[in-house]
């Protein structure tokens, strides 16, 4: 049975970073212990990893080194790279840009979160949280400008199907043992989904068509499709979105409340083209970080979740994870909680194509 859990105004704040450092916490001597994530911010948690390897866990962390916000991991980085921390199972990963004009920085990211655990049961996490809150000492200026994860709309997927687990555990150590470099999107490994049941994974980057997108593609005229969106800047991501609704496929789309992530651009042309688009307008200001498509079609239902963003970078560039679900039970975990988002964060904009900033 696949574990959900969410973060948001309904839970206490760090509800997310509790699940993770609950798990560390399980693991016992022997065990194992690998993550691969964007931001990590958290103090505490990083840690709870060192007390791991201390009490002799197999810890392995992959993360980001120069992550958007430049700076935002480096006290995590200078205490798990200390004396006293991870040793060789820290890894910082920057991989190299690729040539872009003047003024503009094409450099790929480690944009995917996975929480690996071997014990009491081997599980492994994926979804849209990073630890990036920081209770011990906040920098407000980083909070403003990547958001309160701790406080917002993320959710945490634990797979628990052996296949799933065990693939994603070698995903995150070849990480690690070596970081892949610009001609990864051509290797097989890149391009290689693994399977379970009734769950696929696809890595990106990749040279074939993006996952999510050509699964949508393939969707009849008559489905019904429902997009949570943290991130929609990409024109290419919008006019696939325009070319399913005009061939009829009934398109939601609820999309995070900074013009920043979203932009207002992409808002006109989405409601232009007749699709249903609301943005989040939670009094809190609370960042709407999911990544999650749901589609009803011809009496099926699927979930699509993981780490990637309706940008560019992610589209192309980025090292992401997408799960492509037709679990029925996950599907409804997934759908009553979008419901009960949408009924109390988002509204309709007053006029098609009136945006204020």
């Known amino acids: 049975m696949t574990e959900v859990y969410f973060g948001g105004p309904d839970q206490p704040t760090g509800y997310l970073r509790n699940v993770l450092e609950a798990h560390i916490a399980a693991v016992p001597a022997g065990g194992s212990i690998d993550w691969a994530t964007y931001y990590f911010r958290d103090l505490k948690l990083a840690e709870a990893l060192i007390q791991a390897r201390k009490r002799g866990v197999m ?61 009491p049961e081997p599980i492994a996490f994926i979804g849209s949280f990073n630890p990036s809150g920081n209770r011990m000492e906040e920098q407000c200026d980083v909070i403003q400008e990547i958001g309160d994860q701790d406080k917002g709309y993320n959710t945490l997927i634990g797979l628990v199907d052996p296949v799933l687990v065990t693939q994603l555990i070698k995903h995150v150590r070849n990480l690690h043992k070596k970081p892949p470099g ?26 074939r068509s993006h996952p999510v997108m050509l699964f949508l593609s393939k969707i009849s005229n008559n489905a019904h499709v429902r997009i949570f969106a943290s991130h929609i800047r990409s024109e290419a991501a919008v006019n696939f979105m325009i070319r399913l609704a005009n061939r009829g496929v009934k398109l939601e789309i609820f ?22 688009f ?40 980025n090292h992401e994870i997408a799960a492509v679900s037709n679990d029925p039970a996950l599907y409804q975990v997934f759908s009553e909680r979008c419901d009960w988002i949408e009924k109390r964060d988002f509204t309709m904009p007053v006029q098609i194509g009136l945006v204020t900033a």
């Not at 992959?62 to 480096?74: C, E, I, V, W």
């Not at 943005?279 to 009496?299: I, Q, T, Y």
Request: glycine share 8%; proline share 7%.
């Open 59 to 119: 810890v392995t962390v992959s993360l980001a080194g120069k992550p958007r916000t430049a700076y935002a991991n480096d006290a995590v980085i200078a205490m798990l790279s200390g004396p006293e921390g991870l040793g060789d199972g820290l890894r910082i990963i920057s991989f190299p840009g690729l040539p872009a004009p003047p003024g503009r920085a094409w450099a790929p990211q480690l944009h995917e979160k996975i929480y690996c655990f071997s014990h």
């Open 182 to 207: 610009l001609l990864y999107r051509f290797s097989g490994d890149a391009n290689e989904a693994i399977q379970s049941a009734d769950t696929t994974i696809h890595f990106l980057p990749r040279i």
């Open 278 to 317: 609301k943005r989040s307008r939670n009094a809190e200001e609370l960042p709407m970080h999911l990544k999650l498509v749901l589609v009803k079609d011809c009496g099926q239902v699927w979930s699509i979740f993981g780490s990637f963003n309706w940008t560019n970078p992610s589209l192309w560039l």
């Open 255 to 276: 999309a995070e409340a900074t013009y920043r992530r979203v932009t207002a651009k992409m808002e006109q042309r989405l409601l232009a083209a007749g699709i249903q």
